[in-house]
C-alpha cells in the first residue's frame, strides 16, 4: 500500500493540528497510509527574537517571509529522510487551481511531500526560484496564510488513497470520481416533513437506481456545472438523458 507522505511548514502548526487529528485523516496515519509532519518555520530562526519575516525591498505595505528560516527548514526535512525523493509545494494564488485531477495525482505521489505555507504578504522570490517544484492554488481569493489551502490539499489527496475511506468504492462515486457531480443521497425516514424518497430507490432494482443516479448526476451537472459535461466520460446513453433534460422545462 502505497504511504502518502507530507512535511508541512509553517508559521502556525497550530492552525493545522486540530482537522489533522480528526476522523478519516487520524485513522489514516494510525493505519500508516498517511504520513504528517508539521515543521515550525520559526525554529529555523537564528535570531533572539525568532524573526521569520522583515519588510520588503523596494517598500510597500506588508511584511516578506525571510529565506533563510525555509532554507534551514527544508534542507533539515531533506536531511532528516536521506535517500527520499521530494517533491516542494508552495500553496499560493499563483500557483495552478487545485482540482480533482490534482487530487488523484498527488494521492498517487511516491516522492515526500513538502508543503510551504506563506504567510504576510509574500516569501521571498528566491525560495520560489531555487527550492519550490510547483505551486498549487486552491482558488482565487487570497487567504491570510497557505494553512488551509495545505489542509484542502492533504484531506483531497489522502481520501483517495486506498484504505482510507471505509470502502473505496465511496471515493470514485462521488462528485468529480467520474466527472459529473453526485446524485442525490436520501437515508431513513422514507417521508419527512411531507418529502418522500424517490420510489425507485425503495424498489430494490439496482439497475433502474443506478439508471436513476445517473440521470440525477447528469441534472445537477447540466443545472450547475455544464462546464463539466465538456470534459465527462459521457456514453450515448448519457448524450440521449441530456436531451431530455435540456427538453424537460422542469430543468
Ligand atoms: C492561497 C490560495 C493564498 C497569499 C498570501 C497566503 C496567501 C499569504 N494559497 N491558495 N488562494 N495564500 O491565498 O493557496 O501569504
Redesign the pocket.
Known sequence: MNKLSFDVLTLFPGILEGPLNESILKRAREKGLLGLRLWNIRDFTEDKHQKADDSPYGGEAGMVMKPEPIFRAIEQVKAAAPGERFLTVL???Q?KVFDHAGAERLSRETRRIILLC??????DERVRQMLVDEE???????????EL?ALVVIDAAARLVPGVLGDDESAYRDSFGDGLLDHPHYTRPAEFRGRKVPEVLLSGNHDAIWKWRRRESLRATLLKRPDLLETAGLTEDDRKVLEELKRDSKL
Open positions: 500553496l499560493s494564488p500557483g506563506g504567510h504576510y504578504e509574500a516569501i498549487l492554488s486552491i482558488g482565487d481569493y487570497v487567504l491570510t496564510g497557505g489551502a
